[in-house]
């Protein structure tokens, strides 16, 4: 029975490579007792080190994993393992009906998933006291501008002194203001602070790339001074990016909902100090639309839901508001999924791309990363004076623009062999990290740090 993942697409799932590893390893159908699937599910018993063998499920919806042993990875080995198999040695699992222990999970999941549809229809739960929470919103304000009047002077003191020495200046000449934006309750403007530092140290042009940081940072800043006036979509953007997050019934209140089939087409992964942000595109094969789902997780890449690049399915995304929507609630899980069986839809050029990320910037001007699907582009390789590889992209226009894609780049030009490809990243500004790209399939790139 085929299985709607591919093995690059398990590989993704793995919380580490060493998961990716011990899976593998358990691909033996000696290793396992029972093996079983079926249209839904596959599931099987691996023989472990205790006198029972690990109950292992895999939901293909999702997908979403459960196994009894007590590791503390998302999927575990087991589950990997058994998912592996699956795409490798279909034939090793037995067609048939899930025993009990099976099917009472996948009961479980069909029900929880229903429930969280009801809620999230039935509308934004009634807020206790409105006064009250208006006023702990005015506090917070109030308590942001403080801090927002703190940068500004430390940024017009930097200017004023000049920025010749700061690749000689510790990491204290940077973090004592950054750690002050968490005491203002802007925790955003923290690693917005750090990055402002380390750019310093980041080569040929590094006084150029500070000045810009500078000028964003004000640039924000500058807003938060005049809040107030500003619309309500352009206050939720300068929330986001200040780190003043919109909670749930919020989004509910304001946000626009959307029906379609979701592709999801890449994925990125940020770690700091222990805590990992994911980031996960989608795109509407209907309407067309990006949307961007934030996750994070603490300690590891444990996520509750574990999205595939490649894979689309059925479902209802809830937009944040802003004048520029991207960013998006999962109203309920996909449904019907499937792997991507046509490219991704996609501009034909760096010009048409660029326009489209203009007109977003003008709307929000602190939207710093947009997606970005360009057609038949081909990976283009230059070796700069120092030796160091560099790449870009170049559309049928003769157009380029340059690339990061930590690490995989040849991967990339073998893929395309000199034939145009197209390509999804998310563009900064200034390079486009590529995520993934259409040859036959979609092949995803990840970009953790």
């Not at 109950?55 to 503390?72: E, H, I, L, N, Y």
């Not at 004592?176 to 530092?197: C, F, K, N, T, W």
């Not at 780049?409 to 073998?414: G, M």
């Amino acid at each position: 029975m085929p299985v709607p993942y591919s093995a690059e697409q398990v590989t993704a799932l793995a919380p580490d490579a060493a998961s990716v590893k011990a899976g593998r390893g358990l691909t033996n159908p000696a290793k396992w007792p029972t093996l079983g699937c079926n249209a839904e599910a596959a599931w099987g018993e691996c023989q472990g080190s205790g006198s029972k063998p690990y109950q292992t499920q895999v939901d293909f919806a999702g997908p979403g994993f459960k196994c009894s042993c007590p590791s503390r990875k998302f999927p575990c080995k087991h589950g990997l393992g058994l998912l592996f198999m699956a795409v490798d040695r279909p034939g090793a699992l037995k067609e048939g009906n899930p025993p009990d222990w099976v099917a009472a999970w996948l009961e479980s999941r069909r029900a929880k998933a229903e429930k969280k549809a009801e809620v999230s229809a039935s509308g934004p739960k009634a807020v206790a006291d409105p006064d009250a929470v208006a006023k702990r919103a005015a506090q917070r304000l109030e308590r942001m501008k403080s801090g927002g009047e703190d940068l500004s002077r430390w940024l017009l003191d930097q200017a004023r002194h000049g920025i010749a020495t700061w690749p000689q200046q510790p990491g204290t000449h940077w973090r004592g203001m950054a750690s002050r934006m968490v005491d203002h309750q802007m925790p955003a403007l923290e690693q917005e602070v750090i990055h402002l530092g380390g750019l310093a140290h980041t080569g040929e042009g590094w006084p150029e790339r500070v000045a810009a940081q500078m000028g964003r940072l004000h640039l924000r800043l500058e807003a938060l001074k005049r809040f107030e006036s500003l619309d309500g979509p352009l206050q939720a953007d300068l929330r986001s990016t200040l780190g003043w997050s919109l909670d749930k019934e919020e989004v509910t209140a304001d946000g626009a909902r959307l029906e379609d089939d979701w592709a999801v087409l890449g994925q990125g992964f940020t770690e700091r100090e222990r805590l990992w942000e994911r980031r996960t595109w989608l795109q509407g094969q209907r309407s067309g639309r990006f949307a961007l789902l934030l996750d994070f997780s603490h300690g590891n890449r444990a996520f509750e839901v574990p999205w595939v690049p490649g894979i689309c399915g059925s479902g209802e995304l809830l937009f944040y508001p802003g004048a520029s929507p991207l960013r998006a609630l999962l109203v309920r899980p996909l449904t019907a999924t499937r792997p991507l069986d046509r490219p991704f839809a996609a501009v034909p050029d760096f010009d048409t791309a660029l326009r489209l990320y203009a007109l977003a910037l003008a709307a929000n001007p602190w939207l710093f990363a947009f997606p970005m699907a360009v057609a038949d582009v081909v990976p283009v390789h230059r070796s700069s004076e120092d030796g160091t590889d560099r790449w870009s992209l170049r559309d049928t226009a003769g157009a380029e623009v340059p690339i990061v894609i930590k690490g995989q780049a040849w991967e990339l030009a073998a893929l395309a062999g000199g034939r145009p490809l197209t390509v999804f990243g998310e563009w900064d500004g200034q390079a486009l990290t590529v995520q993934s790209c259409w040859h036959a399939a979609l092949v995803a790139f990840e970009d953790a740090v």
